[in-house]
């Protein structure tokens, strides 16, 4: 790996020393905030001392979250994994206490881990075909590099299965792009801007931090705050007015907004004309009586009065001097049966109150689609070609891993079973839903299976070969974001740890290893960030390497409307109200999720909706074994969350011991009976299962259903039924 770089810049800034030098990298963790981060190093040791939020930065402002700015403590963590190791003869595949793990497993060197891997990969493929060899990754880094690029071009030149990345936001972003043919959004700053602002389906204080001044800066302006979630979540507390909807009902909560916006005359008919399509067909759809706030009243759970209410200061928002309406949709709605039809409704909003004219109004979901990179460079499809496929390999929905381990495929070379299982970035066994069948497939014998992490985790205890990974301080790597407008380039602050590679130095290794001459698994880091970079796209008008490593962030160039606002959508173009832009309803038909208390599956054995929610302190399954993050989520982790009516119900006072089961699994958590959940609504969070009662986390519960659009994870449809089995010690 290359030695260690001090940004020519940071290491003049006030802060560096003869003995200390500054180092722009980026928290590369899966988070819209993407924080500039200053990390400090003692240049006689190489030891990174401190993290610390850029100031210079304009959405980081500063700070960093309460789990980074405890980032030392995981990249120094004495359990981090820091040699390759392999499985010890005789030892079967399965949790072990945490703890013991490198027990399991003997080291071995690097040139023999990679020689075994590649051996495997090929013997698989030769003799079940390339496909029988299945990458398993997510957001472990959000990186452009260490995200998708070496890895892609090494498993398109192998003809491994593709993977569908399905687990996080494909609903919500798919809906998006069906109305805005684009991921683009209100930019955070100009949230201060707003005169209202609607929090739906999004924990911004848990899970998107550096969004929060800004709003406040709104609120001290005179803006209000609304949150629309079931869970009472800090920023709900914090909030004007908190809507606790039901789970799965915000689509008719959107179409009964838009009911009051049609009938009291809060569209914007001259935007409408101009700027979108559809909008009668939408307009009549909206008035039908199944839309009133009165009928939504009933299924939304939110008194027809509020929803009135919520319409008319939505539709005057943005008239007569008061400040625009800008919608904070995070992908809390997205991760239920129907949440692509929810977002595509929550989606249109703006467009018909031409909420977009005026800075601080519009939505935001996510910006993604303003980053240009040059991911075909990066990732190089057309290696499938050359592939011994020599076409486009088959596609596996990540969010239904359990199946693919446990009934995908056949004898069949062109459909073989899946034989090899390549994680990275990944915690699969802990984040994949009903991970009972996702175990049961990680436990077959005859699966080969490869985990890149950094450190020993649920997954790991199903390994044949653990590699060990670096954190985004050991590496370098190029940045956009999806919740700003900057995008950055992340330094390596310190040499890695033991023998931590990073995920492209692991691909070109391999690459190199299986394909050896191809010159395309010779490039590392430098090379691939002039490659994503290789764009004429506008918005990548100032954006160039130089500039990134001497200023560490560099404004995205926005086109400008008329009057020289740089507003997403404030001209005319082709959004969709009506049509979509695939074989969708022609405008957004509200369905209750079959597991729902209004769904098929409502009236059953499992009454209760459940939430199977993020940690605020953990990042997913990420942090959740490290002893400081522990105790700063030990008010919460482990715990059910029920409203007293359901309590009272089955029994149950705070404290006690409570089974949670439905027909996928069962687990074990301790009662916190409260206001925090509507009544018909429980809530836990997503920890290891290693770490949690009976070694079972919520995703034993969750289902592999996919949703409506996008083919995503639907978490958050999800019913159970509660008994209590321990009482509380003071019982
Ligand atoms: N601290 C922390 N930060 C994180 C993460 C983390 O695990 N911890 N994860 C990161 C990742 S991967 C992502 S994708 C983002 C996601 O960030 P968010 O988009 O905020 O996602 P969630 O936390 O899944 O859901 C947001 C809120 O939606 C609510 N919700 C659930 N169901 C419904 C519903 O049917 N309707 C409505 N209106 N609300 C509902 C939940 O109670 C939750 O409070 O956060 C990132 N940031
Ligand atoms: N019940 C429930 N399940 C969920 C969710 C939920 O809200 N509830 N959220 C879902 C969502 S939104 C998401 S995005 C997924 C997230 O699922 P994952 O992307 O698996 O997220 P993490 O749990 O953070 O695990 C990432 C792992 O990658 C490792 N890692 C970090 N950096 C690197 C690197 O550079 N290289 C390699 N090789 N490894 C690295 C980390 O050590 C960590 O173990 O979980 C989903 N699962
Ligand atoms: S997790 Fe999010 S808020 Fe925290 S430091 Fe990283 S990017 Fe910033
Ligand atoms: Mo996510």
Redesign the pocket.
Known sequence: MPEPHANKEFSKSENSSAETKTVHAVCTH?CPDSCGVLVTVDTLTGRATKVQGDPAHPVTRGFLCGKVARYLDRVYSPERLLYPMRRKAGVPKGPLPKGSEAEAFERISWGEALEFVARKLNDMAAEFGPESVLPYS????IGQL?YGSMDRRFFHRLGASQLDRT??ASAGGEALKQVYGVRLGTAPQDFAQAGLIIAWGANIHGNNIHLWPFIEEARRKGARLVVIDPYRTRTAALADEHLAIRPGTDGLLALAMMHVLFRDGYDDAEYLRECTEGAEVLRAHALREEHSPKRAAEVTGIAAEAIERLAKTYGQAGRDGRGAAAIRLN?GIQRSENGGTAVRAVAMLPLITGAWKQRGGGLLLSVSGAFPFNETKLRMPELMQASPLGRAARVVNMSELGSALTELGSKAKDNPKVRALFV?????A??APDSERVLEGLRREDLFTVV????F?DTTDYADVVLP??TFLEHKDVMGAYGHLFAQISQQAIVPLGEAR??VWLFGELGQRMFPGEEEFEDREEELIVQALETEHPFFAEVTKERLEVEGHVALTLPKDKRGESLPFSTPTWFKLAGGRAKLAPVPVWVAPSESRNGSEGAGKFPLEFL???ADNF????FANLPGHRLMERKTAGLLEMHPSDAAARGVTSGDGVSVWNRRGRITLTARVGETVPPGVVAAR?DWQKLSQDGAN??AL?SERLTDIGGGAT?YSTLVEVAKVRATAAD
């Open positions: 899966d997510y957001a472990g880094t260490g687990i996080c992908y990275y970035n990944c915690n699969a802990t984040v890149h992490e950094q450190f985790t990974a670096t990073s995920n199977p929610r993020k990042m997913n399954s990420t997503l919520v995703n969750t978490f």
